[in-house]
């Protein structure tokens, strides 16, 4: 690891050492090779389509310098990643694009998937994380309509897909490692009708999570190679040709990683470490304040005694 990131990280909280961690995971997701192998395995549109048709996909679409390392060429635009209005709240996403979809396209016509994709660390941040998505989805249909008028042409609305890929911060056990899927579907309960699914399925969140263990599952398997930066790993799913530059940054974030969860282990260790500490020190304070209550001493004596306040001694008196 670079000197100047060894000391970066000891000068930095483990919060402050994740976010910096994070923002480096998400201008690596920015790579259409590295986001190309999530859509293959989890949208179904792109399903039978070879990586390269779904590089192709995202091949119109504009370009911002947000850089991962100097592949411009390479980079997805997020459309704009700041949604707000009078009435609603600010929300913005992580990485924020659109791609062609490939079963409605055509050649002379381009219909688009809008795509949010989230990294989340905490799986529960006081919420359900499948209520913020689903408001997220909506917001993004709003954002594709603008003002409604008589005039407005809902027929344009395009499909939005969210991509949760959480993180086992709080996660049960019995989560982790799943992929759960919620869409909209029509269920008809008198009669049978048929319409074109286009029509009613705008919203699909895809909420993947992973855990500490392992996974021989291919998209559980290439993420947790992509967080390890592990460049022979993500090979497997994506044979991507970085250059010596962008292996530089690989090399950084791995270390950083390393890092990140040798500083975290410490940290930890050492809360408990100093946690157990107190709890010897109150079990000694207890234990005092109990002989000297058998040797007949009041409560203010053993206060004035042991410079406790009254109250803090009652509580341990028995």
């Avoid at 100097?70 to 009078?86: A, F, R, V």
Wanted: net charge negative; with cysteine; aromatic share 8%.
């Amino acid at each position: 690891m670079r000197d100047e990131t060894e000391q970066l990280l000891a000068a930095v909280s483990t919060e402050e050492a994740e976010k910096m961690y994070d923002h480096l995971v998400k201008k690596i997701f920015r790579n259409k090779e590295i986001m190309a192998p999530i859509l293959k395995m989890v949208v179904s549109e792109y399903k039978n389509c070879s990586l390269e048709e779904i590089i192709a996909c995202m091949d119109d679409i504009a370009f911002e310098d947000i850089p991962v390392s100097d592949i411009k060429s390479m980079q997805i635009k997020g459309d704009d990643t700041e949604l707000s209005s009078i009435e609603e709240k600010v929300i913005r996403y992580d990485l924020h694009f659109k791609a062609r979809n490939p079963k409605l396209s055509s050649n002379s016509i381009s219909v688009y998937l809008h795509f949010d994709v989230e990294m989340q660390n905490d799986y529960r941040p006081g919420y359900p994380i499948a209520k913020r998505s689903i408001y997220y989805a909506a917001r993004e249909i709003s954002e594709q309509l603008g003002i409604l008028t008589e005039t407005t042409d809902y027929s344009s609305v395009g499909k939005v897909y969210c991509i949760w890929i959480c993180n086992n911060k709080k996660m049960p056990k019995k989560l982790q490692n799943t992929v759960s899927e919620y869409y909209i579907a029509k269920k008809d309960l008198i009669g049978h009708t048929q319409e074109p699914k286009e029509d009613y399925d705008l919203i699909d969140i895809i909420m993947i999570r992973r855990g500490n263990d392992p996974s021989d599952e291919q998209i559980l398997d290439y993420l947790n190679n992509l967080m390890k930066a592990d460049l022979a790993g993500i090979r497997t799913y994506s044979n991507v040709e970085w250059p010596e530059n962008l292996k530089e940054e690989e090399s950084y974030m791995s270390g950083f990683a390393d890092s990140l969860l040798r500083k975290t282990r410490t940290e930890s260790e050492a809360r408990g470490e100093a946690r157990g500490k107190a709890e010897g020190k109150t079990e000694e304070m207890q234990a005092n304040i109990r002989s000297m209550q058998k040797n007949g001493l009041s409560a203010e004596t053993i206060a004035q005694y042991l410079n406790k306040s009254i109250d803090v001694v009652k509580s341990f008196m028995l």
